[in-house]
């Protein structure tokens, strides 16, 4: 009898987990990282082979997203404070997915109808088309930043509730769905563009996105129906009671007014006929004040250096991205070694999600920052030494500003500033084919270059990367939680909307550090100002710790404080009215 009863126990605790808010949440996420994963993989591809397998779509849309972003985070994150948690969730969902599915629809058109559009109005038809796939593919991305600030920075806080150590595991769980996606979302529409066409992976992605679509907004609703806190939120009081009737404010003046022969019915009525219609101008100049008194908010904050801080990590070439793979192959790495890379890469990442819950316990929050910051710097720091490793490309008699200043001025540099084992390598990395068959011969190229003469550089850089992701996804958590718990409930949205500006702000700036710089000869001096970049950020966040905890920021077994304007002690006082 014992044995059913605890069976049943047991069943009825797992059926209440699977249908919980919690797990809705991580089910729904899933759903949405995975069809974002393969849209950002897929149409960098897409693009590149649509204009003639050249990187100057996928350069333009990466300009175009980042520059949106870093100019509409905070006014995308006002709009989410200022309307109801479930309208703004099912809305940019429902504006995301539309987006990648008819963007995918247009490059299938685009492909099966290019010859025909490429000779009607000189080819500006097809100019257009480009236009247009890149800016919807840009609104699906804006899309997606107004979800993610929604769900990741505003309804996790509520179904967590009051509970940090619930909050910090489900930020864990949430930073891991990330990183299993990063590995298998791309892998999975990778084979179906291999096997099949990109015309079948433009159909696939859109058959994703409208399939996901219908769950997501299903398991969205099932949430904000199990999370009754969900229909409160904040900063909506003062807007409901600026919208109360004339009547209630009138009945609230003395009545020695109207003996004094005054009509308070009718000064009100003139003082609301002069606040009700903003003019023309001021319609014009919201956006401007909107994302004035965002960065302002942002600067006022409490926790404003542990979000710089953060920002300034996404200034570095040292992550898993075009550029570290691109130098990876002029020292002569080959795509399968690459491969793994990434895939222990993203293992020492789940690691950092699983050690930042465990630190927080042991150390308290911000503590855990000050470790994984510290962590990712002794990690780092391997980058560093193998600049001057054996089998480093760094070369100080070469300019950085050589391979630039040829392009633009059209000159071709002088073979003799390169190495006969760089200097093949330079071309291949720089030069853009035109077609699918000359690839072959690049091919062939690589695999007669002479391979470099150590492989003790490319070694440490590649092992401190790896290491580095453990404290770095670690500190991202730290950050995330912070800003989460210290900022007021009716400003999470602009504020996470800045937040996300500042990081494609660095983000675009390492990018650009890299086009002024973009030889082999060069990439030391890149690391260098990477890692001094990641230094300053943790730097930011260590005046931060230690002005919230002073000397016991150094004692791991002391309680922490929370910061002085945390969520509770800074919200707003109730107007009077």
Request: net charge negative; hydrophobic share 45%; aromatic share 10%.
């Amino acid at each position: 009898m014992e044995i059913r009863t605890s069976k049943r126990s047991v069943c009825g605790s797992i059926i209440n987990y699977f249908t919980s808010a919690r797990f809705l949440i991580y089910l729904g996420h899933s759903l949405s990282t995975w069809g974002d994963r393969m849209w950002h993989f897929a149409v960098s591809v897409f693009l590149v082979e649509l204009y003639g397998n050249s990187l100057l779509l996928t350069a333009v849309y990466g300009l175009v997203v980042a520059g949106s972003v870093l100019l509409l985070g905070a006014i995308i994150g006002d709009w989410v404070d200022k309307n109801p948690r479930l309208k703004v969730a099912q809305t940019s969902l429902i504006v995301q997915n539309a987006s990648v599915m008819l963007c995918g629809i247009l490059l299938m058109l685009v492909f099966f109808y290019k010859d025909q559009l490429l000779s009607m109005y000189n080819g500006w038809l097809l100019t257009v088309c480009y236009i247009l796939v890149i800016t919807i593919a840009n609104i699906a991305n804006l899309a997606s930043t107004a979800t993610t600030i929604t769900i990741e920075r505003d309804w996790i806080i509520v179904v967590a509730g009051s509970d940090r150590s619930e909050l910090a595991d489900m930020n864990a769980t949430v930073r891991r769905i990330d990183q299993i996606s990063n590995i298998l979302a791309p892998m999975a529409v990778g084979q179906v563009m291999t096997f099949g066409s990109t015309v079948i992976g433009c159909g696939f992605i859109a058959s994703w996105n409208l399939f996901s679509m219908f769950i997501e907004y299903f398991l969205l609703k099932k949430v904000y129906v199990k999370t009754p806190a969900l229909a409160m939120k904040a900063g909506r009081k003062v807007e409901e009671q600026e919208m109360k009737p004339i009547t209630d404010v009138v009945s609230d003046i003395p009545e020695v007014t109207c003996l004094m022969g005054e009509n308070p019915l009718k000064n009100t009525e003139n003082q609301k006929a002069e606040m009700k219609e903003p003019t023309f101008c001021d319609r014009m100049l919201e956006p401007f004040r909107t994302f004035r008194d965002g960065w302002i908010a942002y600067y006022n904050q409490s926790v404003f250096l542990a979000g710089m801080g953060l920002a300034f990590l996404y200034m570095t070439v040292l992550g898993f991205d075009c550029i570290t793979t691109g130098y990876a192959y002029t020292q002569g790495l080959s795509g399968s070694t690459l491969s793994l890379l990434m895939g222990a890469s993203a293992i020492t990442g789940i690691c950092g999600t699983v050690a930042f819950p465990w630190l927080r316990r042991k150390c308290g929050l911000i503590r855990t920052g000050f470790i994984s910051g510290i962590a990712q710097l002794l990690c780092l720091s391997l980058c560093v030494l193998s600049v001057f490793m054996p089998g480093s490309s760094l070369d100080l008699t070469v300019s950085p500003f050589d391979d630039i200043r040829s392009r633009l001025l059209n000159i071709e540099p002088l073979p003799d500033h390169f190495s006969v084992t760089s200097a093949p390598n330079v071309y291949s990395t720089t030069r853009m084919y035109s077609s699918v068959n000359e690839s072959s011969s690049y091919n062939e190229d690589m695999e007669i270059n002479p391979q470099p003469e150590s492989y003790v550089s490319v070694i440490l850089l590649f092992s401190g990367v790896i290491a580095a992701r453990v404290g770095l996804w670690s500190f991202d958590l730290t950050v995330t939680q912070l800003l989460q718990e210290n900022v007021i409930e009716s400003e999470r949205g602009i504020i996470n909307g800045v937040q996300n500006s500042m990081n494609y702000l660095l983000d675009l700036l390492h990018f650009i550090m890299v086009i002024l710089a973009p030889n082999p000869e060069a990439f030391g001096l890149l690391v260098i100002i990477s890692v001094s970049f990641v230094a300053m950020g943790h730097v930011m966040y260590f005046r931060f710790a230690y002005c919230s905890l002073r000397n016991r920021l150094f004692n791991c077994c002391a309680p922490e404080q929370k910061p002085e304007n945390s969520a509770e002690e800074s919200k707003p006082p109730e107007s009077d009215v």
